[in-house]
C-alpha cells in the first residue's frame, strides 16, 4: 500500500513535533523540565527507527534526507542551544557573553548540512552528530544541578565552544547505529554499553555527558576498526 511509504516521513515529523514541544516546555515552563527532556528522548527513537524504517519499507526519498535534517534541526540543534542557555540563566545573573552558548546551534545547522552531502557518513560519523550532542548538553545540565562549579556561565561558554567544534570536525567516530554482526566492528559498541552502565549505576543522569565523552575515546581507540 502506498500509505506505508508515508510511515518514515510520519515518523521524522514527529520527532520534529515533539523538539518543538521540547523547546516549548523549556521556555515557558508550564511544565517541569523532564518532560522536556522525555520529548527529546521520543525524538531520539523516532530519528532512530526513521531511517530504519525507510529501508525496511524501501520508501527511501530525497525528501525524506532533507526532513529529517530540518527536525533534527529542531530537536537536537535548537533545543541543546535553548537548555544550555536556560542552565546559565539559572544563576540569575545575564552576562552577554551567554550569547556565545548559541554556537551550538549553528554548528548544529553546519553539521547537519554537512551530514546530506558526505555519502563515507553512511558507516561512520565525521564530528559528533547531532542527537550525541544533545544527549551531552543535557548531560551537562545535571552536572551542572548536581555540582554548581558547572553552573557559572563561562564553564558553560566553553563547553558550548567545545561541543560546537566537536560537530563540525572531522573527528572519526563510531556510529551507534551499527550494520551487520560483524564481531570485531562491534567491539567499541560493546565496551561503550559496558562502561555506560557502570557510569550509570555510579552517577545516575550525572553520567550522560561523561557516556559521551568516553564514546569519544572509544573512537579515537579504535578509530581503525570502522574507518577502511
Excluded at 172 to 189: D, E, M, R, Y
Excluded at 193 to 205: E, P
Amino acid at each position: 500500500m502506498q500509505i506505508t511509504k508515508h510511515i518514515p516521513n510520519a515518523l521524522t515529523l514527529s520527532n520534529l513535533f515533539s523538539g518543538c514541544l521540547a523547546i516549548f516546555i523549556l521556555v515557558t515552563g508550564v511544565f517541569p523540565l523532564e518532560y522536556a527532556f522525555l520529548c527529546i528522548i521520543y525524538s531520539l527513537i523516532a530519528d532512530f527507527f526513521d531511517g530504519l524504517t525507510a529501508r525496511w519499507l524501501h520508501a527511501q526519498s530525497p525528501i525524506g534526507l532533507q526532513l529529517d535534517s530540518l527536525a533534527d534541526m529542531v530537536s537536537f540543534g535548537v533545543f541543546p542551544g535553548f537548555l544550555l542557555f536556560y542552565t546559565a540563566e539559572s544563576n540569575h545573573i545575564f552576562p552577554y557573553e551567554n550569547f556565545i552558548i548559541f554556537s551550538i546551534v549553528l554548528a548544529s545547522a553546519y553539521r547537519l548540512a554537512k551530514f546530506n552531502i558526505d555519502t563515507e557518513q553512511s558507516y561512520y560519523f565525521k564530528g559528533l552528530a547531532t542527537p550525541a550532542n544533545t544527549i551531552l548538553c543535557i548531560g551537562m545540565y545535571y552536572l551542572a544541578m548536581e555540582y554548581p562549579w558547572f553552573q557559572q556561565s563561562w564553564v558553560l561558554v566553553i563547553f558550548s565552544l567545545i561541543s560546537s567544534y566537536l560537530l563540525v570536525s572531522n573527528l572519526p567516530l563510531f556510529s551507534l547505529k551499527f550494520k551487520g554482526v560483524n564481531a570485531k566492528k562491534l567491539t567499541p559498541h560493546i565496551a561503550l554499553a559496558v562502561i555506560a552502565i557502570l557510569l550509570f549505576i555510579i552517577m545516575g543522569k550525572a553520567a550522560l555527558a561523561p557516556i559521551i565523552l568516553v564514546y569519544i575515546l572509544l573512537s579515537i581507540i579504535f578509530k581503525n576498526y570502522f574507518v577502511s
